[in-house]
């Protein structure tokens, strides 16, 4: 169980690293707008508009992932299959974000969709 854990916990975190990006473009703007963040966000283009994009799609891979986390707990399935999958969700969402920021595309998707499949795959075993 330590392993989906920690699974969990990158993903709660991952939302926040992904900004990290944007918030040295947003830098870049002027300085960091702490009164108005997110209306110097919608100036963001390139490389900051796509940070901001990763770190919007981790709030929403999270979800998801969350509800296969608590799939797998809540029908006592911890496996090594189960714990196979979660952490392949972690490598996918951190390779998609990487992708993200490089403006891979194509490649950026087939990781979105490996992540989106882990967290199915971890609900279809749990039933």
């Not at 969402?93 to 882990?118: A, E, K, P, Q």
Request: glycine share 6%; charged share 10%.
């Amino acid at each position: 169980m330590t392993t989906l854990l920690v699974c969990a916990l990158m993903a709660v975190t991952m939302p926040y690293v992904a900004r990290i990006p944007a918030i040295i473009e947003m830098n870049k703007l002027g300085g960091y707008d702490n009164k108005h963040p997110r209306q110097q966000q919608t100036q963001l283009t390139g490389l900051g508009a796509r940070a901001l994009a990763a770190h919007q799609n981790c709030f929403e891979s999270l979800a998801v992932f969350a509800v296969a986390l608590a799939a797998v707990l809540g029908t006592n399935n911890v496996n090594a299959v189960t714990e196979t999958l979660a952490m392949t969700h972690i490598v996918a969402r951190i390779l998609f974000c990487t992708f993200y920021y490089l403006n891979l595309d194509i490649i950026r998707s087939i990781t979105w969709l490996v992540g989106m499949g882990t967290a199915i795959g971890m609900i279809a075993v749990s039933l």
